[in-house]
């Protein structure tokens, strides 16, 4: 093939291509951005909409669309419609773009002429939620870092109680971070006299109102930019909201507990701080100081005794007693800022938080049906007075007792008596096999071999009393069974052991005569031979 064949060839084929693409070129460009359409790469609004253009909406001629600039179109119309009224503030804080003002001077709502046709329902994007946003921090001005007048003047008081707000506040986690006396009661921290530091202009509110609290600390702990650098949760307002508490306090009941009343007003604790008031065995009293008062109670019907029965109980001994942080405390069970009683349906899941093993196997017990009559966690354990299970609740007839439920000749009671006696019986093994080791080692033998054996049962018995919870008498067999197999391996090492050892001291009784009936008539015979010697002398 020829040279100039091929360029003339290149030639038509490219003259081809121009002819095909400039229509659909020509085309795409008067088409323009598909309407409705987003702003990305789009900033030219009037190019379009001033005229008409390419049959975009022409801008509505009233009052609120007059002189506008491209920034002002994008600044309303930052989505396909107006901004939905009423709306969040995010991003929309210049009113007066969108919204004129009254004789007055106060801002109203006027109607919005919609940007297009309004997408199919297929199209549009679901409404967005108003969200409640917290109350900001009174302030309103920077403050000046290390000068605070306020505390200056209240550290000087007579009155005992508002010098001391100033010494507790020195001792909180506020004052480490620099969140000040304004932050929460506003004013002017830096001002020389009280007048200046409490004029209107400087937003001094004072005591904030009971019902203004929560919000109040939501404006800096809802805050994800302000608490991310603490590592704090930023959900505590909005669980706070939807718990009792919030609840009621929405209904302004001012009875109920706020972040003041737990956490306090002005020596505010880090949380793992022993003289917190939300420490976790701190915790019980705290709620104790509204839910053991008989008379702030009394409207709403709750009973007062659950501090002194959590005393009482496993729990509280553990916790109060023991400092055994493992053992729950009321927010454990009822929660903290979202604080609720747990339904009697959802009791086994609260204690299955901490007893998985047990929930398990509760779970698959004929207890675990739907039935609304079916027992749960509490109604063997107690609430509030969680007792110390023992195998003695399968027998009579007394609260907490199978007895209580079943009569004594029916099947249940059966099973109940057959895990009574197999549970007991690998108990007292077990019990028996330790005293045989504490024996041993009494003796000052070495038992590490024994105490080990003593482990593995330990385990299969922690395993039984487990597996109790599911009312399968095989199941709970197996394991006593293989508890009592290695007790009593343990048993006989010990006698073993024992037994060596009487040996070793009766041996040894012996040896230590025989050596003594050796020794006396040696000793006679050299008497004998020190007389001789002593006779030749002379």
């Known amino acids: 093939m020829n040279k100039p064949f091929v360029r003339h060839l290149g030639f038509a084929l490219v003259i081809l291509l121009v002819v095909l693409f400039i229509p659909t070129f020509i085309t795409a460009q008067e088409e323009g951005p598909p309407i409705p359409h987003q702003l990305e790469k789009r900033g030219d609004c009037l190019g379009c909409h001033a005229e008409g253009k390419l049959g975009a909406p022409i801008i509505p001629d009233n009052t609120t669309h007059v002189d506008q600039s491209n920034d002002t179109c994008q600044d309303c119309h930052k989505h396909v419609t107006p901004p939905a009224i009423p709306h969040t503030l995010v991003g929309r804080e210049n009113c007066l773009q969108c919204h004129e003002t009254n004789e007055e001077g106060a801002v109203v709502n006027i109607e919005v002429p919609p940007a297009q046709e309004a997408p199919s329902e297929e199209e549009a994007e679901p409404a967005p939620t108003p969200m409640v946003e917290p109350v900001p921090t009174p302030v309103t001005y920077f403050k000046i870092q290390g000068v605070n007048t306020c505390l200056d003047c209240h550290l000087t008081l007579e009155d005992d109680h508002l010098a001391e707000m100033a010494t507790q506040w020195q001792r909180s986690i506020h004052a480490e971070r620099d969140v000040s006396c304004v932050d929460c009661h506003g004013g002017d921290s830096a001002a020389k006299t009280k007048e200046e530091a409490k004029a209107p202009e400087t937003g001094y509110i004072g005591i904030p109102a009971k019902t203004d609290i929560p919000a109040l600390c939501g404006s800096c702990h809802a805050d994800v930019v302000a608490m991310r650098q603490y590592d704090l949760p930023t959900d505590q307002y909005a669980k706070y909201q939807e718990s009792v508490h919030g609840l009621r306090l929405a209904e302004s009941d001012l009875n109920v507990a706020t972040c003041f009343d737990c956490h306090g007003g002005h020596q505010i604790l880090k949380a793992n701080d022993p003289a917190s008031t939300v420490y976790p065995s701190n915790v019980p009293t705290t709620c104790a100081n509204c839910h053991a008062d008989e008379e702030l109670m009394a409207p709403y019907d709750i009973p007062t005794n659950q501090f002194s029965l959590y005393k009482q109980s496993v729990h509280g001994h553990a916790l109060l007693d023991n400092q055994d942080f493992r053992a729950p405390n009321c927010a454990t069970c009822h929660g903290t800022h979202g604080a609720a009683p747990p339904g009697f349906e959802e009791v086994a899941n609260v204690c299955g938080s901490c007893h998985s093993a047990t929930q398990d196997n509760y779970l698959k017990s004929p207890h675990a049906s739907d039935d609304e009559l079916s027992p749960k966690c509490v109604n063997c354990h107690g609430r ?47 019990e028996e096999a330790e005293a045989a080791i504490e024996e041993v080692r009494g003796l000052g033998m070495l038992v590490a071999q024994m105490e080990g054996r003593l482990r593995e049962a330990n385990t299969d018995l922690v395993s039984a009393r487990a597996v109790q919870h599911t009312l399968n008498v095989d199941a709970v067999q197996l394991r006593t069974d293989e508890v009592i197999t290695i007790t009593n391996e343990v048993k006989a090492d010990a006698q073993a052991a024992i037994a060596e050892n009487l040996f070793r001291r009766q041996a040894m009784i012996i040896a230590i005569v025989a050596i003594g009936i050796t020794i006396v008539p040696l000793y006679l015979i050299k008497r004998e031979l020190d007389q001789q010697l002593e006779e030749s002398d002379f």
């Open 384 to 430: 509030y007075d969680v007792s110390e299970p023992s195998e003695a609740m399968y027998l009579g007839g007394e609260a907490r007792h199978c007895g209580e439920c079943h009569s004594p000749d029916s099947e249940p009671s059966q099973v109940a008596q057959t895990l009574h006696d197999d549970l007991t019986a690998a108990a007292g093994s077990y």
